[in-house]
Structure formats: structure tokens, C-alpha cells
């Protein structure tokens, strides 16, 4: 039994996992956003608050970090954030680079 730890070129698996890595770091920059729950921002706005947010901490990983900070301060708010950045940029996205 041969186990893969990494897709081998060609086999599409390396552009889905990029683009699932992208979704999450898109997700994590627009939940850490100053952006409410409640509004509904059209693409500029999203856009425009993802690359400020991954610029103010610093890439992808600062924004994740505050994520996980949020989870252990107040897990319920955490979640509904995570859900309505995750839809957002998922409707806004898809899967595009």
C-alpha cells in the first residue's frame, strides 16, 4: 500500500487544495474584518476588507491566529462569524484564485 502525502502534478488535487487554502485564508481575513454580521457588503467591500485584514495582521496565518483567539474568548460568537464570512466568500469566490 502506497500512502500520498502530497498530490502528485498533474492530478488536480493541487489546484483543489490551493483554492480550499484560499477559501480558508479569504474566510479567516474577512471574519477578523471590521465588517458586521448583519450587512450585507457587495464584492469591493469584502475584497477591500480581506486585503486590509491580511495586510493589518501581517498574512494569512496572522489572520488565522486571531481566529483561534476568538474561538477560545467566545466560541459562540466565533462560529456565527466563521458561517457568515465562509458564506460570504464562498458566494463572492466560489473557487476562483
Known amino acids: 500500500m502506497r500512502v500520498r502525502l502530497l498530490p502528485e502534478a498533474g492530478d488536480g488535487e493541487g489546484e483543489l487544495m490551493s483554492a480550499t487554502m484560499l477559501t480558508v485564508a479569504r474566510t479567516d481575513a474577512l471574519f477578523v474584518s471590521g465588517l458586521s454580521t448583519g450587512s450585507c457588503p457587495q ?18 496565518r496572522g489572520c488565522a491566529g486571531e ?9 459562540e460568537y466565533a462560529v456565527r462569524r466563521i458561517v457568515w464570512a465562509r458564506r460570504l466568500v464562498t458566494a463572492e469566490f466560489g473557487g476562483q484564485r
Open 43 to 60: 464584492r469591493g467591500e469584502i475584497d477591500a476588507a480581506i486585503r486590509a485584514m491580511v495586510r493589518c495582521y501581517h498574512g494569512s
Open 67 to 75: 481566529v483561534a483567539a476568538c474561538y477560545g474568548e467566545d466560541p
